[in-house]
């Protein structure tokens, strides 16, 4: 062979050598995200992943409280100092941009919607046993978004909406800006209706399947959502057919109920944490498992005071006490009816100790000797399906339906029926049954802008001694280091600095 | 203008003629003219064999010189062929030099193909072989102070250890800015262990054009590195041995035995008279240490260890020193630092045919570093084979090992131990600073047995058969700082010697290059060039830490070691390196005036590695220094364990054009594509353009210049790029944990953290200006560039928008700007030639940094060296890694001090914080409490000017990057005699000695450094105004603010090397049947002028390419510059060697 020919034919080889597959190395430390999605565990573990986050403190973990209970003030969380006192800036309505819990809340909700959207986008990587495998997985991806945004939305109003995995920093700082409140409560909208419409999710999920979304929970927030909207003095024009929307989603919700008689229901039922897995009036937790650090929970120890008054009202096996509590004269002024369950078995009082007292509750009780705690967090069940469907009927001018269903609450709880029968009087028993029956639940916040407008809620905020309350704290602050990538389009919440 | 430069030069041929030597025999005269007639001024004639008789012609080209008929004149003038001229009896002989074509045909290397040196235009530093000194371990300290525009810089002196090398300054924030090693045309990413012997030329590509066709792995410069290859002469072998003697090249100035025990007892009597003021009880130095204790507790101050004294040191009783505090005076210097010895064989072999061409050479050397027992020992060996198979097709073929054994001494870090993994500990040299003189470095009889003080020390931990059990004569002393440091809050660190010596640290690097090329000829001057490569590179790594080096305050042997300071550390590393290149290159004149030089290649090039580490704890014999002893194999742990996998396809051109040797316009342009590149942008484009104007050989110019002075002027401007960017960064990978479902702990899985999937190289952007001016033939050279240079796309990890998932991503930012700009200059002058030559060489570097812009809403960045101390600040408008920290305006003295208690009372009264509107009647100060204020304070700058000394008054006080530096060399030779002299110099950097936080805290818990003794003690012994009050409490207004007294100098002026030789006459050659034999001495380092309080002012502890595991090495530290922590200081070295060829 001549010389010319062999050099023709490596130069040849050389420069076919398939380029593009030479270049393209994956990481021999780690599963990529490319190759990871091979089969339906696979899936599953995504999914779970997702779930995880929602158990975060940030999210709906230690922190949730400040941004719920805090905020209505009811609960305290006494300035030590901690974290220079930003601990304390919720409930003294003194909430800065550069706070980092709202910083660190914003972060959990968009990282937990970005693993949503990375199993979202590689959901059809596989072909499934079974097509129903697939579109529950998606309807509880959905569902988990859906629940994101609607914190979002109560939160902060305007927010960015990312429905699919952001590929490039270029996409990243495209979609970097807030869009209009209806935007987002479409994007759950439609994440709720695609669960109840495309998945075959059960309607409730029972025992095996706690933990997990159903359609039921997709419909319980469909719904609240709907009221969250319809209760917004900006959509003051769709008022009533959100109501409605609420009251049918709602309805349908209730429908499925798998218990008759909801006053036989007990009150504790859902709170026993070797039980509450398979509660009747249990429609959507986030599910903890103790006796390991692998996936404890730790709101006993958020919500309980030092020097309990009770022992036989401990909450956990370590007696850790976290900052948390109820003031004695709020938690007094709520429970002013005497005979109620939910106060004489569910709240503790704590002793007076560095010239503090208040109570506590017992929802989340384990003394599992380990000190890892598998109490769960109670997102939705039935009592707030009822509680919204009085909500709506009042809003919707049904002051008869919602009384009948703010009376099955308070029968429940030992209480007789209210004695308001229209107008503010029955808005005020109703938001204050939400209070009671909701009390440490991380609802406290949302609710009481549902019921109440902003000069209200002033009203109501300046009456409870919250001096620095104004127009501000009804929304959170964008937080400042977020801000900074993009002013113009995360523009600042109105009465912040940055 | 060619008058006068004509009686320049006639003044300058007179002036060297005054060289020539006396005449004899008869006088021949005549003329040297060039082929076109013209004279030769300064051409040399020396009568062949008797080089005492030369003379150098006038400026008419005329010389005369006495000699008889029968000898031979040598004429010779560089640029022309030295002709020899046979004396026939006429006494006028005239001489017609042709220029030597050759020379003027010079090529250089500038990447993928050699190019004529005249058509080169981009910016280049050259140095040859020749011009390097031997004696050296290393390559690159080699050239230290040889080349403008590239610093390099001596910054570890450890046995094996090289050097830094950084051309035209910073220009990254995380990755780093090594420059890219091309060895033979194999692009590696550093070879500090190449056997200097082996190298013919180094050419550093200096500006983006020349290094455009590196791509991007050109943007902070490129070594290239020939290596000698045969010839066609018959084979000669040459043996060189040399025997080197190294020892410490700067001692550091401390106090001793009886100043320290002064600094002491001051230092807790400061402290007792502080917490007195506090406690507003009377203050008696005379106040015995359960007095002291007592009387303050009285009063709710609960102080022990910091106010009370040692009875070693003093004796209450006496009312004076204790006796045994100077029992010993240690130099801890002495003990610690050592000469060594370093012994060099070097053979190597060289010849060939026609045909078939070869060099093969075999090196070792046995180096033992000037801390015991650190040691290197390395092997290399190279051969490199040409052969002409045909008469188109030349294949060659490149083989080079290297085998090193490495004995190191863990001499960075701080001198406290830590615990296994905690790798920035156990500094043995910061220990040498520290070591307290008024203890032993060896026992002796009289320190073992029981010791009442000792055991008094650690508080009866300690007892007198366990103390006496390990302090047996003869053997070192160990952990005296230890047990001392815990009643008495002394610095706990061990005997520096021990540490040395006891912490067995071990590392084998082994690298095996096989390059192979066949160049193809089809057509003349068509070279199609094919060449396959591969490198291999295993390291072995092993580390033992016994139990016989205390740690904190438990003493060796102690139980306590146990649990995490008795460790085993065992790594090995294997890299893998392949690399295929296909290259055509063609070149051809044409038209007379016309020659263009054109490149083409494609390459492809892949590098693997696999690291696999274990760790194990807990060791039954120190004398199995292995990981293998370990006691409990269940607790071998993963250390360092990764693989990755990196590469690289290019294709490249470069297209040269000279229009009638006075144009010549350059353009190259390089693609790559790296697996390193996000998957959006897999491939880079690196353009560039240069141009020259040879001014000189214009035709208006060049009969007025000939001969005179050449000038031509340069332009370029080029794009390169820096990949090391990490290898999967671009990747998204998969995480995994648990959490509830169903009521049972169930996996999850999720995308780590967000990737730019855009991620790619760093880019610079660089103009280069240059001008060559060649005066005399040559003689006198200059070069000299202006370059600016721009990169942007800097690696950052920065916020990003949460909605990606992730808050923070390492990305290019697009918009960053980092400055590099400055001038190099390079001058050379052969002022003698002839029988004595003398050439001296200068070179003067400027570079400016500065971060013009980092990203939008980021100004600044701040980096905590050590101790969480933030010492660097990278913001826009400074260079990266600027200094920052407090100014300080003086010492307190006793009136401040009352006026500072008098703003006290105000402070106090206002409720914590002064009355708008307040002047200070003292200085500002940090802290009002009582026992934070004294006489003898440090004043800082309250910068803000808010009456406080908060964080916020730090300022920018330099930076570590100098204000230019430079070099000059000189040589002179006469008569088989050379001497050549190295010097180099470096003005303006600063160094943040961070040593000064043991060794200069005023503390008196460890040693000191000698300025401590100017330190303020009272009114009437102030000191020298900026050295304060002694104190062991940690004073909040002094204590250990990074203020300007940490932040040295690192100026200095250093003699970088001396060499004498003498090369043997021909005759006794001949005699002894040998080519030739020269012997020599050389000097390393000689000195140094500097005021730098520590060891070495060119340390930059996080830049150091010395010994360390991946682990140590800072991914930011390039924001964290000039910075001491504890690095092997360089050694001076005197050398013997000889050489003989054969």
């Not at chain 2, 950084?166 to 194999?186: C, E, I």
């Not at chain 2, 050479?361 to 020992?377: A, F, M, N, T, V």
Request: neutral net charge.
């Amino acid at each position: 062979m001549k010389l010319n020919h062999i050099f023709a034919i490596t130069a040849i080889a050389l420069l076919s050598a398939s380029c593009q597959d030479f270049l393209n190395l994956s990481d021999p430390n780690a599963v990529t995200t490319g190759n990871y999605y091979q089969n339906e565990t696979d899936m599953q573990n995504s999914l779970n992943g997702a779930y995880a986050v929602l158990k975060e403190g940030n999210f709906m973990g230690s922190s949730n409280p400040y941004f719920e209970e805090c905020k209505a003030r009811m609960l305290t969380y006494p300035d030590t100092g901690v974290n220079a006192g930003e601990n304390a800036s919720f409930d003294n309505c003194t909430v800065v941009p550069s706070n980092q819990f709202v910083l660190s809340r914003w972060n959990i909700i968009y990282k937990c919607i970005d693993r949503v959207n990375v199993l979202l986008k590689h959901l059809d990587d596989i072909t499934y046993t079974n097509a129903s495998v697939r579109n529950n997985l998606e309807g509880e991806a959905r569902f988990i978004r859906a629940l994101c945004y609607y914190t979002l939305v109560c939160d902060w109003g305007d927010v960015p909406v990312v429905l699919s995995k952001l590929e490039s920093l270029a996409e990243v700082k495209a979609a970097n800006f807030r869009k209009p409140k209806a935007d987002v409560y479409q994007a759950i909208y439609d994440d709720c209706e695609w669960v109840i419409s495309n998945s075959s999710l059960p309607d409730l999920q029972g025992k095996a399947g706690v933990g997990h979304a159903s359609k039921v929970a997709a419909q319980t927030l469909y719904g609240k959502a709907l009221l969250q909207k319809a209760t917004d003095a900006d959509f003051a024009s769709e008022k009533s057919s959100l109501c409605s929307k609420a009251i049918s989603q709602l309805t349908a919700a209730w429908n499925k109920k798998p218990f008759g008689d909801f006053t036989t229901v007990d009150v504790t039922e859902i709170w026993d944490v070797a039980n509450q897995a398979a509660a009747k009036e249990s429609i959507f937790q986030l599910d903890f498992v103790g006796g390991s650090n692998a996936a404890n929970s730790s709101y006993n120890t958020s919500f309980r005071t030092s020097n309990i008054d009770d022992d036989s009202k401990e909450v956990n096996a370590k007696k850790s006490a976290g900052g948390f509590f109820m003031s004695v004269p709020k938690a007094e002024s709520i429970w002013d009816e005497a005979g109620d369950k939910r106060f004489d078995i569910l709240m503790g009082k704590g002793k007076t100790s560095g010239g503090l007292t208040g109570y506590y509750t017992v929802k989340y009780k384990d003394l599992d000797a380990s000190g890892y705690y598998g109490c769960n967090n109670v997102v939705l069940r039935y009592a707030d399906v009822a509680m919204m469907l009085a909500e709506a009927n009042y809003h919707n001018g049904n002051a008869t339906e919602a009384v009948k269903w703010v009376n099955l609450i308070r029968n429940r709880a030992g209480l007789a029926n209210t004695t308001a029968t229209s107008g503010t009087a029955l808005r005020d028993v109703i938001y204050k049954e939400r209070q009671r029956e909701f009390a440490y639940e991380f609802k406290a916040w949302t609710d009481l802008k549902r019921g109440y407008n902003a000069s209200e809620i002033t009203s109501i905020m300046k009456a409870d001694g919250a001096t620095e309350f104004d127009n501000a704290d009804l929304l959170l602050p964008i937080p400042h280091a977020q801000w900074l990538l993009n002013p113009e389009g995360l523009y600042q919440n109105p009465g912040y600095k940055d | 203008m060619s008058k006068l430069l004509k009686a320049i030069m006639a003044f300058c041929a007179i002036f060297l003629m005054s060289f020539s030597l006396v005449a004899q025999n008869v006088v021949v005269k005549g003329t040297v003219v060039s082929a076109n007639g013209e004279p030769i001024i300064g051409a040399g004639v020396v009568v062949k064999g008797a080089p005492t008789r030369g003379v150098v012609t006038d400026a008419g080209g005329q010389y005369s010189i006495p000699a008889a008929k029968g000898e031979t004149l040598v004429v010779s003038c560089l640029g022309y062929a030295s002709k020899e001229v046979v004396l026939t009896g006429s006494t006028r002989v005239d001489v017609v030099l042709d220029e030597d074509t050759s020379l003027i045909d010079e090529t250089i290397v500038v990447g993928y193909a050699p190019m004529r040196k005249s058509d080169f235009t981009g910016s280049i530093a050259s140095v040859k072989s020749s011009e390097l000194q031997s004696s050296t371990a290393t390559l690159g300290q080699a050239l230290v102070g040889r080349v403008a525009g590239v610093e390099i810089r001596q910054s570890e002196g450890a046995p094996g250890a090289g050097v830094n090398i950084r051309v035209r300054g910073v220009n990254s924030l995380t990755a780093s800015t090594a420059p890219l090693y091309v060895v033979d045309g194999y692009p590696v990413a550093d070879d500090d262990l190449i056997n200097p012997n082996d190298i013919e030329s180094i050419e550093i590509l200096k500006d983006a054009a020349s290094a455009a066709i590196y791509g991007s792995r050109g943007a902070s410069g490129v070594v290239l590195i020939t290596t000698k290859r045969g010839n066609e002469n018959k084979a000669s072998v040459t043996y060189d041995f040399s025997y080197g003697l190294q020892e410490l090249g700067r001692k550091i100035d401390l106090l001793n035995a009886r100043e320290f025990a002064e600094l002491y007892v001051e230092a807790r009597n400061n402290s007792y008279w502080a917490y007195c003021q506090k406690g507003g009880v009377t203050y008696d130095p005379r106040d015995d240490n359960a007095t002291r204790i007592a009387k303050l507790a009285a009063v709710g101050i609960n102080q022990s260890s910091t106010i009370i004294v040692s009875p070693y040191f003093w004796d209450f009783a006496k009312n004076d020193y204790a006796s045994t505090a100077f029992m010993y005076d240690t130099d801890w210097q002495d003990e610690y630092f050592s000469r060594a010895g370093m012994a060099r064989h070097n053979v190597s072999v060289n010849g060939g045919s026609k045909n078939i061409k070869y060099m093969a050479s075999l090196g070792y050397l046995d180096q033992d570093g000037i801390i015991s027992p650190s040691g290197h020992k390395q092997i290399n060996a190279r051969i490199n084979l040409d052969a002409q198979v045909t008469k188109r097709l030349s294949v060659s073929v490149n083989y080079a090992m290297t085998d090193a054994k490495t004995r190191e001494v863990k001499s960075y870090g701080r001198s406290n131990s830590g615990g296994e993994g905690s790798e920035g500990y156990d500094g043995a040299t910061q220990g040498c600073l520290v070591a307290i003189p008024n203890f032993p470095a060896w026992n002796t009889i009289e320190n073992v047995g029981s010791q009442p003080w000792a055991i008094d020390g650690n508080s009866g931990v300690l007892t007198a058969d366990v103390w006496g059990s390990y302090n047996t004569p003869g053997t070192m002393a160990r952990s005296w700082m230890n047990f001392f440091s815990n009643k008495y809050d002394f610095n706990s660190s061990e005997s520096p010697i021990v540490v040395a010596n006891d912490l067995k640290i071990n590392r084998v690097r082994v690298r095996n290059n096989l390059s192979m090329a066949a160049t193809y000829e089809p057509v003349k001057d068509l070279k199609i060039k094919l060449q396959l490569g591969r490198m291999w590179n295993n390291e072995e790594y092993s580390k033992y830490r016994p139990n016989s080096i205390g740690a904190g305050k438990n003493y060796a042997y102690s139980a306590a070691l146990e649990t995490s300071n008795h460790y085993a550390i065992s790594s090995t590393r294997k890299d893998e390196d392949s690399l295929g290149e296909l290259t055509v290159n063609y070149k051809k004149a044409f038209g007379g005036n016309h020659r263009i030089d054109a490149l083409a290649g494609f390459t492809m090039q892949d590098h693997t590695v696999n690291r696999i580490g274990i760790q194990a704890m807990q060791f039954s014999d120190n004398r199995i220094e292995d990981i293998s002893a370990t006691i409990d194999p269940n607790a071998v742990r993963e250390y360092d364990v990764t693989r990755y996998e990196y590469t690289l396809v290019s294709y490249l051109g470069r297209l040269n054009y000279s229009y009638a040797d006075r144009y010549t316009i350059t353009g190259s342009f390089r693609a790559d594509g790296s697996s390193r590149f996000g998957a959006s942008s897999k491939w880079g484009y690196f353009p560039s353009i240069s141009a020259g104007w040879t001014l000189s050989n214009e035709p208006f110019l060049k009969n007025a210049l000939d001969g005179i002075m050449t000038a031509r002027l340069r332009a370029s401007w080029g794009m390169s790029g820096n990949n090391n960017i990490g290898n999967y960064a671009s990747i998204a990978t998969i995480s995994t944990s648990t959490t509830g479902m169903g009521g049972a702990i169930s996996p999850t899985s999720y995308e780590s953290s967000f990737v730019d999937a855009g991620l790619s190289w760093e880019t610079t952007k660089q103009t280069n200006l240059g001008l060559d001016l060649g005066f005399f033939n040559g003689r006198v050279n200059l070069i000299a560039n202006y370059y600016n240079s721009i990169s942007t796309d800097v690696l950052y990890s920065l916020g990003i928008p949460s909605i990606s998932g992730s808050t923070s991503t390492t990305t290019n930012l697009g918009d960053s700007k980092i400055r590099n700009r400055g001038f190099d200059i390079q001058l050379d002058a052969r002022i003698l030639q002839g029988p004595v030559t003398w050439t001296v060489g200068t070179n003067f570097s400027l570079n400016r940094n500065k971060v013009l812009f980092i990203s939008e809403g980021v100004e600044e960045i701040t980096n905590n060296t050590m101790r969480s101390s933030p010492t660097h600040i990278t913001k826009v408008g400074y260079p990266i890694g600027s200094f920052q920290g407090f100014k300080t305006l003086g010492i307190m003295s006793q009136a401040d001090y009352l006026n500072t208690l008098k703003d006290r009372e105000v402070y106090i009264n206002n409720g914590n914080s002064f009355p708008a509107g307040y002047t200070l009647q003292g200085p500002a100060v940090a802290d009002y409490s009582l026992e934070y204020l004294s006489p003898g304070n440090v004043i800082y700058d309250d910068y803000n000017g808010d009456n406080k000394i908060t964080d916020a008054d730090r300022q920018i006080i330099g930076d570590a990057y100098p204000d230019f530096t430079g070099g000059f060399n000189t040589s002179l030779s006469w008569n088989g005699f050379d001497l050549a002299m190295g010097f180099t110099y470096s003005m303006g950097a600063l160094v943040v000695n961070f040593n000064d936080y043991y060794a200069y805290n005023m503390e008196g818990s460890g040693n000191q450094y000698g300025i401590v003794r100017e330190r303020y003690v009272d009114e009437s012994r102030p000191g020298n105004g900026y050295v304060p009050r002694a104190f062991r409490h940690g004073n909040k207004n002094t204590g250990m603010k990074v203020c300007d007294r940490y932040f040295d100098h690192a100026d200095y002026f250093r003699m970088s090397t001396a060499s004498l030789g003498y090369n043997f006459p021909k005759t006794v050659c001949q005699r002894l049947k040998v080519q030739g034999i020269r012997v020599y001495v050389n000097g390393d380092n000689l000195f140094t002028i500097t005021n730098y309080r520590g060891f070495n002012p060119e340390v930059d502890q996080y830049n150091s390419q010395g010994n360390r595991t991946s682990g140590e090495r800072k991914s930011n530290g390039n924001m964290m510059p000039g910075f001491d922590w504890g690095s092997y200081p360089v050694a001076r070295v005197y050398t013997l060697g000889f050489r003989l060829t054969f």
